[in-house]
């Protein structure tokens, strides 16, 4: 049976699972560009929303790497 006493102060994921995920939509936009360019309909904008992807994902990483560190020292200092 499930239990509902999941302790607040685990690490959290998702951050790093939605930053593969654009990293992931980021690389099939970039492989997509070159695929309909040798077909002469070029995507708009092609490596600038790839860039753009690509950087987003990175403050995904920062953001839950900084928030897991105030987390664990947070925890650090409670267990003494």
Not at 45 to 73: C, K, M, P, W
Request: charged share 20%.
């Amino acid at each position: 049976m499930a239990s509902d006493n999941y302790p607040d102060d685990l690490s959290i994921t998702w951050p790093f699972r939605t930053a593969g995920t654009l990293v992931m939509v980021a690389l099939a936009w970039f492989c997509a560009g070159f695929a309909l360019e040798d077909i002469e309909e070029p995507l708009p904008n092609h490596l600038e929303i790839f860039f753009l992807l690509l950087a987003v994902s990175l403050v995904f990483v920062v953001g839950g790497a900084i928030y897991n560190t105030r987390l664990g020292r947070k925890r650090q200092q409670r267990l003494g």
